[in-house]
Every structure is written in structure tokens, then in C-alpha cells.
């Protein structure tokens, strides 16, 4: 069965400050990961994801990810946190529920707080 | 990507009562689906709603409780039943194009 872990459930930096945000998946297949995030009273917007091809994936507000197959791990990255990225952040994987049918797993998030 | 609405954006509501939430997609979508996001946590999937057929209920979830219509390709009810203080949440309806999953607002139910 699928899962997905972010091992950290608080992550607090400075404005400014870079960001690496983990992320670690056990899937059987060749994985489709996704990053959303969740600002304070929004649903879930989509700030990146990997299919295949570039390991590196470029996403929305300044985010990266990177896809190590090797380390089961899809991070998240940017290199100067502005305060408006406040917000839960989830890594989840997709996986294939029958036919041409994909649901997702999700971690259970990283709440990230920036100070000024 | 796609626009997703929902209806309402959040509500009080008593014990022993139902609430349906209303879901609507800008474009026409085969697969949509309604998630659970219970106080601090992860979301869980409730259930998948295709047009034209039952929606497909994740184990943890019944129909009775949850039922679900999917009138057509653009829309979609959940209907929580019942309703205790246990089902304080924030309810998501999402679509699915291809393997990505794009997210409505939310409606964000506490239930005194």
C-alpha cells in the first residue's frame, strides 16, 4: 500500500531564510507526487508536481522540488520564505485505483510558521 | 486546471441535523471526489462520485451517512446526516484531470 511521510509537523523560519520542506513516499509503481498548500481558512491550491522526466520541478510562488527515486523522497524547496508562505503544507502521492482512475495519499502536513 | 465552488463556506449547525454542501466545477468532469479534514489533521477521502453511477465509498464511510449525488459532469452534493459534534470538519470536494487533483474552498462545519 501507498503512503506518505513528512516527518515534521512544525517548521518555524525567518523571513528571508531558505525552506526545505520533506517529504517521503513507499509506492509500488513509478510515483506521481504533488505539493499543495494550505493557507489559513483556503481549501488546497497545487503549488507543484512530478510526473517524470526532470527530477527537478519548478512550481508556483517560488517553489522547487526535487525527486530522488533512490531516497523516496520528493522535497520541497525555496530559497527565500516570504511571510504571506505561511500556511500547512502536504505532499502527496497519486496511485492508480483501477483503469485510468488516480486517488491520492496524503501526508499528514507541515505547518509552517515564518517569523519577521 | 479547473475552478471549483462550494456551498456553503462554513455553518453552525445542531446535533441530530443534516447539512448538504453543494460542489461546482467550471468544466465537465468524469471523477470528483469529497474529503473529510477533521480538526489539525490530513485529509481522508470520503468517497468518489462518478456521474451517472453509486459513488464508491472509502472503508470508515457509509452511505447513510454520507450520501452523495452527482447529478451530472459538473456537479455534486455531500449531505452530512445525523450530524454530531464528531463530524466538526472541513469538507473538500475535489477533480480529478488526468492524474492531478485540483480543490474547492472547503466548508467548514462545526456542529454543536
Known amino acids: 500500500a501507498q503512503s506518505v511521510t513528512q516527518p515534521d509537523i512544525h517548521i518555524t523560519v525567518s523571513e528571508g531564510a531558505s525552506l526545505e520542506l520533506r517529504c517521503n513516499y513507499s509506492y509500488g509503481a513509478t510515483p506521481y507526487l504533488f505539493w499543495y498548500v494550505q493557507s489559513p481558512g483556503q481549501g488546497l491550491q497545487l503549488l507543484l508536481k512530478?510526473?517524470?522526466?526532470?527530477?527537478l520541478v519548478q512550481g508556483i510562488k517560488g517553489f522547487e522540488a526535487e525527486f530522488k527515486r533512490s531516497q523516496s523522497s520528493f522535497n520541497l524547496r525555496k530559497p527565500s520564505v516570504h511571510w504571506s508562505d505561511a500556511a500547512e503544507y502536504f505532499c502527496a502521492v497519486a496511485y492508480n485505483s483501477g483503469g485510468s482512475n488516480y486517488k491520492l495519499t496524503f501526508g499528514k502536513g507541515t505547518l509552517l510558521t515564518v517569523n519577521p | 486546471s479547473a475552478v471549483i465552488s462550494q456551498k456553503p463556506s462554513r455553518d453552525i449547525c445542531q446535533r441530530g441535523t443534516s447539512l448538504t454542501i453543494q460542489c461546482q466545477v467550471d468544466?465537465?468532469?468524469?471523477?470528483m471526489f469529497w474529503y473529510r479534514q477533521q480538526p489539525g489533521q490530513s485529509l481522508t477521502l470520503i468517497a468518489t462520485a462518478n456521474q451517472g453511477s453509486e459513488a464508491t465509498y472509502e472503508s470508515g464511510f457509509v452511505i447513510d451517512k454520507f450520501p452523495i449525488s452527482r447529478p451530472n459532469l459538473t456537479f455534486s452534493t455531500l449531505t452530512v446526516s445525523n450530524m454530531s459534534p464528531e463530524d466538526s470538519s472541513i469538507y473538500l470536494c475535489?477533480?480529478?484531470?488526468?492524474?492531478?487533483?485540483?480543490f474547492g474552498p472547503g466548508t467548514r462545519l462545526l456542529v454543536l
Open positions: 475535489s477533480v480529478s484531470l488526468g492524474e492531478t487533483q485540483y
Open positions: 468544466s465537465q468532469v468524469t471523477m
Open positions: 512530478y510526473f517524470s522526466g526532470d527530477t
